[in-house]
């Protein structure tokens, strides 16, 4: 059974940089698209970027475009989110899921529905102080 580890959250301070990891075990994740979420204390759930099984396409959301980045490498079984001028509002837990590109695409879009995606790590903490 495919198991997701989120790591590489923290503390950091506005403008900074993060690289989050979504690290697979139990199965292969290349057939897999993978997306990363998050939720900020008190607010909802809401979609953050999705990318292709081969990693050729990617779809980040609008507002988070230009400061976040999605990759993954197939041969270490992971995927990546490049967080960079981090804000205060960006402090949340993030989490990585699995499922096919257009259920992530989905997810990330208007409607917000997160049930097309199949597993989920249990998310890393970011904190951006001002």
């Known amino acids: 059974q495919l198991q997701l580890v989120e790591s590489g959250g923290g503390l950091v301070q506005s403008g900074g940089s993060l690289r989050l990891s979504c690290e697979a075990s139990?199965?292969?994740?290349?057939?897999?698209?993978i997306g990363w979420f998050r939720q900020a204390p008190g607010k909802d759930r809401e979609g953050v970027a999705c990318?292709?099984?081969?990693?050729?396409?990617?779809n980040v959301r609008d507002s988070m475009k230009g400061r976040f980045t999605i990759s993954r490498d197939n041969a270490k079984n992971t995927g990546y989110l490049y967080l960079n001028n981090l804000k205060p509002e960006d402090t949340a837990v993030y989490y990585c899921a699995t499922g096919t590109f257009a259920s992530c695409n989905i997810a990330i879009g208007a409607n917000a529905y997160f049930d097309g995606m199949d597993a989920w790590g249990k998310g890393t903490l970011v904190t951006v102080s001002s």
């Open positions: 990318i292709t099984a081969t990693g050729a396409t990617t």
């Open positions: 139990g199965n292969s994740l290349e057939h897999d698209a």
